[in-house]
């Protein structure tokens, strides 16, 4: 019912910064959370990020805190991730996704995907 659509990917060196973004459309007034998550090549999918739609309370994982921001425009429906200091490690695919149930973190709990978006951090 979300359809997301992200931005911003692309190539950095390490200790730079990136802004993605993913905007939302569709079913939007249905949207509890949103989330950002990552998966490298041969790597399972981790969470980064989340954000509760109407608190603006936000959750993130121990290998992105301090170092990434999540933030949302309720108004133009998307949600956005700040990323600095950014490592080699960060490499992956990032993806939005949607929560219309709750205020939750695995991924299997997600309903709406967006295609992902390609960070690549150089050494």
């Known amino acids: 019912q979300v359809q997301l659509v992200e931005s911003g990917g692309g190539l950095v060196q390490a200790g730079g910064s990136l802004r993605l973004s993913c905007a939302a459309s569709?079913?939007?007034?249905?949207?509890?959370?949103m989330g950002w998550f990552r998966q490298a090549p041969g790597k399972e999918r981790e969470f980064c990020a989340a954000?509760?739609?109407?608190?603006?309370?936000?959750s993130y994982a121990d290998s992105v805190k301090g170092r990434f921001t999540i933030s949302r425009d309720n108004a133009k429906n998307t949600v956005y991730l700040q990323m600095r200091s950014l490592k080699p490690e960060d490499t992956a695919v990032y993806y939005c996704?949607?929560?219309?149930?709750?205020?939750?973190?695995?991924?299997?709990?997600?309903?709406?995907w967006g295609q992902g978006t390609q960070v690549t951090v150089s050494s």
């Open positions: 996704a949607a929560d219309v149930a709750g205020w939750r973190f695995p991924a299997q709990y997600y309903n709406d």
């Open positions: 569709g079913r939007t007034f249905s949207i509890y959370s």
């Open positions: 954000i509760n739609w109407d608190s603006g309370d936000t």
